[in-house]
């Protein structure tokens, strides 16, 4: 089992529509990042949080500690929103991230 | 611009030969990241400096690689005798680790150098 596991791997929605991408972990964390990774390569960090809800425009990121669960939601979707959403988490001390495989989010117009 | 910066951007090569990747952090901070990503995976950790020192390998790092960070500024990654598995991106974070303070878990990405092994 990994140690981070995100669902859907793949997921299609129409323009508009509110999205959610769970992130469940199985070991002690210092923090978890919400990551967005562009065709090309480059990942940019969207959310780093170890308690409770951030938000940031259109983004959520919520973490439930005792659950080991995170959820990234993105209201109103929009066709430039169409990324690769990557759940990590780092370690206390060395703060490293171990990553899951990451969400492919299209959307449509 | 004081983003992380990767050089080179692809690289293609035969198996075989050596290559070096540069990434270059932002100025201030002292921990350096290399990942590598397999095509449809998350990034994998590869090894990790604060200053020059490097503090941790993954047991994915094979005695064929080698990563330097000789002034606790910009760092290395060399892979010799590369094999077509090594054919991946490969990732560089920089951030500011000040020890308890959450801020310091924030890394900051390169565009990665994409590697070829032909």
């Known amino acids: 089992k990994n140690e981070v596991e995100q669902s859907p791997q793949n997921l299609t929605a129409q323009e508009g529509e509110f999205i959610t991408i769970n992130c469940s972990y199985s070991v002690g964390i210092s923090a978890l990042h919400w990551l967005q990774q562009h065709p090309g390569g ?39 929103d169409s990324a690769v959403y990557i759940c990590a988490v780092s370690n206390f001390g060395n703060e490293k991230l171990t990553f899951g495989t990451g969400t492919r989010l299209t959307i449509i117009p | 611009d004081t983003g992380v910066s990767q050089n080179p951007r692809h690289k293609i090569t035969k198996r075989g030969q050596n290559v070096t990747f540069r990434c270059d952090p932002i100025s201030e901070h002292n921990r350096l990241y290399w990942y590598r990503q397999t095509l449809g995976q998350g990034p994998e950790f590869l090894t990790y400096f604060q200053n020059e020192a490097q503090l941790e390998k993954s047991r994915l790092l094979s005695d064929r690689f080698s990563a330097e ?9 060399e892979i010799q005798r590369t094999e077509q598995g090594d054919s991946a991106m490969y990732l ?20 990665g150098t994409r590697l070829t092994v032909t």
Not at chain 1, 52 to 78: D, F, P, V, W, Y
């Open chain 2, 69 to 77: 960070r000789p002034k606790g500024s910009f760092s290395t990654l």
């Open chain 2, 92 to 111: 560089c974070a920089s951030s500011l680790w000040e020890g308890g303070r959450v801020n310091s878990y924030e890394q900051y990405f390169g565009p």
């Open chain 1, 42 to 80: 480059g990942i940019v960090s969207l959310f780093m949080l170890s308690s409770g809800k951030k938000k940031h425009g259109r983004l959520i990121a919520t973490i439930n500690i005792q659950e080991k669960h995170s959820s990234l939601h993105i209201t109103a979707s929009h066709p430039r």
